[in-house]
T-cell receptor
Framework: GAVVSQHPSWVICKSGTSVKIECRSL??????MFWYRQFPKQSLMLMAT?????????EQGVEKDKFLINHASLTLSTLTVTSAHPEDSSFYIC?????????????FGPGTRLTVT | RKEVEQDPGPFNVPEGATVAFNCTYS??????FFWYRQDCRKEPKLLMS???SGNEDGRFTAQLNRASQYISLLIRDSKLSDSATYLC?????????FGKGTKLSVIP
């Protein structure tokens, strides 16, 4: 299957600082990438859809000014958590779509575990 | 009603058992269907897509019933390595919606 990488894999930061997470599709081009958040024992929740060369589309309840998304190339999308607070501590996962013969399949990055102290 | 509902689990089964996961979805416009597995503190990994005709991959069989908006996954001859959380996933307009998952523990 397709490979998606994320960096960093984990990060600890102080409240009020900003954190940037990178998501890369390594062996394919992804015009669309997605950012999810998963709290313990909860399902993945879609935060935003990132389209190369255009503004991201945010899900209801997700603050676009707090979670800045940039998708500058077909293989890279970044998520910046600005002015992070302890409640932003979560597992952030990106995914990229690859079209197959019969459907679009999403492949996930390994995730970034963010802890805000 | 939740968009994607799964058995709450957890399922604890002995090695070699057959285990079935059930899932229902509420959006009749759903286009594609998948089962993912997620290991603890890891990202979800695609297990298999689910087609209306049903499909099989080794010990895994997936079924889709669009009329009743029901998806299933059957694992035969379960192995210790099958222990994970199984996520039922539905795609609408190229966006995925995840069920909460059902945790499976295969016991020696």
């Amino acid at each position: 299957g397709a490979v998606v990488s994320q960096h960093p894999s984990w990060v600890i930061c102080k409240s009020g600082t900003s954190v940037k997470i990178e998501c890369r599709s390594l062996d394919f081009q992804a015009t669309t990438m997605f950012w999810y958040r998963q709290f313990p024992k909860q399902s993945l929740m879609l935060m935003a859809t990132s389209n190369e060369g255009s503004k991201a589309t945010y899900e209801q309840g997700v603050e676009k000014d707090k979670f800045l998304i940039n998708h500058a190339s077909l293989t890279l999308s970044t998520l910046t958590v600005t002015s992070a607070h302890p409640e932003d501590s979560s597992f952030y996962i990106c995914s990229a779509t690859q079209q197959t013969r019969s459907s679009y399949e999403q492949y996930f990055g390994p995730g970034t575990r963010l802890t805000v102290t | 009603r939740k968009e994607v509902e799964q058995d709450p689990g957890p399922f604890n089964v002995p090695e070699g058992a057959t285990v079935a996961f059930n899932c229902t979805y509420s959006n009749s416009a759903s286009q594609s269907f998948f089962w993912y597995r997620q290991d603890c503190r890891k990202e979800p990994k695609l297990l298999m897509s689910v087609y209306s005709s049903g499909n099989e991959d080794g010990r895994f069989t997936a079924q889709l019933n669009r009329a009743s908006q029901y998806i299933s996954l059957l694992i035969r001859d379960s192995k210790l390595s099958d222990s994970a959380t199984y996520l039922c996933v539905v795609m609408v307009s190229y966006q995925l919606t995840f069920g909460k998952g059902t945790k499976l523990s295969v016991i020696p």
